[in-house]
Nanobody
Framework: VQLVESGGGLVQAGGSLRLSCAAS????????MGWYRQAPGKQRELVAA????????NYTDSVKGRFTISTDNAKNTMYLQMNSLKPKETAVYYC??????????????WGRGTQVTVSS
């Protein structure tokens, strides 16, 4: 499985961006996908996740009501619509694909990331 992110850039505080994660390869074993972000000097954190087919979504508290995760299975693409962006959300955003075995999720692949910079 290969993942490629796009859509990052520079935006003013309060603005919006839509990130895309294009997946290729054998997606048969993938049960969920997610968006993570890593700011300079900080640990990578989960932003949002979605199960295959889009049945369930999960968001970190700080983005609830502002970010929306979605998938287009026909295009093998996952999206993250980000609204009302804040300067503290400046980070490299990564997507990942996960498989579920024995009730636990394991990372199968990561993208290389896309930079999001929010100016004040």
């Amino acid at each position: 499985v290969q993942l490629v992110e796009s859509g990052g850039g520079l935006v003013q505080a309060g603005g919006s961006l839509r990130l895309s994660c294009a997946a290729s390869g054998n997606m048969f074993s993938i049960n969920a996908m997610g968006w993570y972000r890593q700011a300079p000097g900080k640990q990578r954190e989960l932003v949002a996740a979605i199960t295959s087919g889009g049945g369930r979504t999960n968001y970190t508290d700080s983005v609830k009501g502002r970010f929306t995760i979605s998938t287009d299975n026909a295009k093998n693409t996952m999206y993250l619509q980000m609204n009302s962006l804040k300067p503290k959300e400046t980070a490299v955003y990564y997507c990942d694909a996960e498989a579920c075995y024995g009730g636990r999720f394991f990372d199968v692949a990561w993208g290389r990331g896309t930079q999001v910079t929010v100016s004040s």
